[in-house]
């Protein structure tokens, strides 16, 4: 039988192996053909050469990742064993490189293969489509490129909106005025910017109108100029919306436009906006369309289950 010993010197054992030799686990369950043993510094596999080799190939993927990102979790082992090859996941340094110093200094930087490509797209095209389910980074990443524009002054201003559907709730019916009902509505995009923004320069930015976040009915008669623009949960506009919104586009802005067909808000008949515009836009020069999957879901390792469920009834049905 052949053996491979692999050494990790410059990562802790703990943080790879995981809880209880939870990340080991998985990696036996990927390679159940081959016998893994993890002791101190130490991973030793017996097997087939050919499984060996591969092995070998995806061992020094994961800690390059780990050195990288000083973490590992179920949800990137199965990135990387599932991607097509060290190419696939291993991208140039450009590409890995951090978007935003947030605050308390966290590094905020696109952390899949599909993540990346968007950062990569937007610096090529001033109008890019973020297509994916949840969790997997759309807004966020949208929200550090926006950020990151700003910062560089190569915009003067963030502009950030969303449809005003609700997922079966009612705004109507909510305490306070038209900022206080929609507010809740925008948390998602809040949030965001309060990892990448100290608070009083986020309060500052939103009072001089420098980052604007606001329901899509307040573009309609707008010029968005010198303006990075992201269009959230595009997948609840009307047709009428997104030619609207598509066309508020002025000089030196950059438009980027996320959202998850698979969860629609609309009334049943209604089309949804960005549907359409991604059939009727898909062969336009200079504007990107990407297609995040299940792979960049970077949230608890549960909601990739919960989409794959949910995926396993709808097409039943």
Known sequence: MNE???????????????????NIDLLKKYFPKLKIVARGSQIKAYGDQELLEEFDKRFHMLTAHVSK?????????????????????????????TLVHGVSGKLIKAQTVNQRKLVDEAKKNDMVFAIGPAGTGKTYTGVALAVKALKEKQVKRIILTRPAVEAGENLGFLPGDLKEKLDPYMQPLYDALRDMIPSEKLVHYIENGTIQIAPMAFMRGRTLDNAFVILDEAQNTTHAQMKMFLTRMGKNAKFLITGDPGQIDLPRRAISGLKEAILILKNVDDIAIVYLDDKDIIRHKLVKKVITAYKSIEHEN
């Open 69 to 97: 990102y000083n973490k590992m979790d179920e949800n990137t082992i199965e990135r990387v064993l599932t991607s097509n090859g060290k190419e696939d996941y291993e991208s140039p340094e450009k590409s890995g490189e």
């Open 4 to 22: 491979l010993v692999l050494e990790l010197t410059d990562i802790n054992p703990r943080d790879f192996f995981g809880q209880g030799n939870e």
